[in-house]
């Protein structure tokens, strides 16, 4: 058995190995509310990873979902530190089962769909891969406000998924055979999937970048919007989150769109700036 400190404490190295971004942005939060965010994240690494890295994704994603179902009637595996923090913040907060239930069916799309033909279709599959993880953490990171700010938490998700999206068009493509550009915006600016796969970034490939990154941004300004209704302890997290992803956009265009041969990422210095000027 594992008990809940260890459990939490393993969600926090689980977070802080693999989003150094979300672990810098939310660690500003009160221990009880910062733990909670570890814990959910923990459970969406967990998802992702069966998608991207099991043999078996398939299977093991339906099996994921089953000991999901079991979580909420009671039945925890108290081996598994993920569930046993998991049980903890449902305690500890009044969460909402939907978004959880929504993102593992994002994670299904990604298995069952490798090609987006439209715009629409991509902020659909942003909305349940990453606008529901900011709909699981609303309960913790303003529960008086959850209602309030569920369009604020659905944009930011929506921006953030894009700006991966955006840094990710090489590795999405060459390790997952994923392409996430839709093929209409492609085609309007007469990019081709031959061209993508050939890793070429001309003046075509640039537009489509552009026109995506456009939706982004608007997306983020549609979250800063709302920023003011968060609660003081929340406010500037969720703010330096957004501005540590936002800033992977303008990276990205300093290193020329490189993002066949470069993954973009946002330094320790960088961060200690960004939050210098947003605070």
């Not at 046993?84 to 069952?112: C, I, N, S």
């Not at 599959?125 to 959850?146: D, F």
């Not at 390790?175 to 796969?197: A, N």
Request: with cysteine.
């Amino acid at each position: 058995m594992v008990d809940v400190q260890t459990a939490l404490k393993v969600c926090e190295e689980t977070i802080q190995t693999h989003s150094k971004t979300f672990y810098r942005a939310f660690s500003m939060l009160p221990k009880k509310k910062r733990q909670a965010v570890w814990a959910v994240y923990s459970f969406c690494r967990r998802a992702d990873d069966i998608v991207d890295e099991s043999p078996s994704p398939k299977e093991d994603l339906a099996s994921f979902r089953e000991t999901f179902d079991r979580f909420l009637q009671g039945e925890v595996d108290r081996n598994d530190p993920i569930w046993v923090a998991l049980e903890h913040t449902f305690q500890e907060f009044r969460m909402d089962e939907a978004p959880f239930r929504d993102l593992l069916q994002g994670q299904e799309m990604d298995l069952e769909q490798q090609r987006y033909e439209t715009l629409d279709e991509l902020l659909i599959y942003s909305y349940h891969v990453a606008s529901t993880v900011g709909l699981m953490l609303l309960p913790i990171i303003a529960p008086r406000k959850k209602e309030q700010l569920k369009e604020a938490a659905i944009s930011l998700g929506i921006a953030m998924q894009l700006t991966n999206i955006l840094r990710d068009i090489g590795e999405d493509q060459a390790e997952r055979d994923r392409i996430y550009l839709p093929k209409q915006v492609m085609d309007q600016f007469g990019y081709t999937e031959q061209e993508l796969q050939e890793g070429i970034v001309n003046q075509a490939f640039q537009h489509v970048w552009e026109y995506i990154a456009f939706e982004a941004e608007a997306y983020y300004e549609e979250f800063f919007d709302h920023l003011h209704e968060f609660p003081l302890y929340s406010r500037i997290p969720v703010k330096a989150a957004a501005h540590f992803y936002k800033a992977i956009l303008d990276k990205t265009r300093e290193n020329e769109y490189r993002v066949f041969t470069e993954r973009v990422f946002i330094s320790k210095q960088e961060k200690a700036l960004i939050l210098e000027d947003i605070t």
